[in-house]
């Protein structure tokens, strides 16, 4: 039996590799969970096409939305918002009691419903990240014991948008994101909107959860977004566990490193 409902925003834009891994890896984390997985296409290439007309789900309900170009990952939320929200008595149909905004490229390792039971465990918790950045500061932190374990979750004042988990009525509260800035979703939901988390008095939670293994494939940054040594061990274990240490890959990854003053990896162990 689901304990949780829960709508899922997966905007799409190329990297098919990455795509399925990340597909995958969310499906085997949904135990407990009655999830509705929204994939967006973002105008990606015809292998990224090919790849979201396979996916599918034999527990859960995907709903797929083609966009006729890259329209950013604010015009896609705004899309997923508007068509999550409305019920419809026809059909007894209610809308998910949480969202989730995740990107193509992070790969699941814990439950899904972890991230739900720590929000709604945690007072006056306005959104909850999968993924623990080091970019953002840490205000406190402390220990959650959920139904599969205790994890370490952080205070922060925002986080990135690779997984963010929240109430519905939090997200419906800042849309329709600006779609003519470059101040992304994530920000706006954290600080910079009227309704923002910030704006609400309520706080930003992150847990390592989920694995970003598209760093060194950033749309963002040339190089991608920071992360330390241990995170991008991680990393590399998990593309050469799952065959996507590419040469194209691994030469962005020492491109990586060099700019970020890293050492080079020891050869990834898959034990």
Known sequence: MAEHSLAICFPVWNRADLFEASYAS???QLDGVDASIWIIDNGSDAPTKQSIAKAHSERHS??????????????????????TELSCPFTNHQPARHVMIVDADCYFKRPVRELIEILEGSPNAGAIAGHDSIEHEVRRSYVFATGS????????AVERGLCLLMRR???????????????????????RHANSIEALGLKM????????????DSTWHPVGVPADASQLHEIDSLLTELNLMSPARRQRMELYRSHFGLTQPREPSLA
């Open 26 to 28: 969310l499906l085997r």
């Open 62 to 83: 995907i709903f797929k939305v083609t966009l006729p170009a890259n329209m950013g990952i604010p015009y896609a939320v705004n899309v997923f918002s508007r068509m």
């Open 149 to 156: 374990g205790e994890r370490v979750v952080k205070e922060k």
């Open 169 to 191: 009525e939090i997200l419906a509260g800042c849309v329709p994101f600006p779609t003519d800035t470059p101040v992304d979703f994530d920000w706006q939901i954290g600080q």
């Open 205 to 216: 939670l992150a847990v390592d959860n989920v694995v970003h293994i598209g760093v060194y």
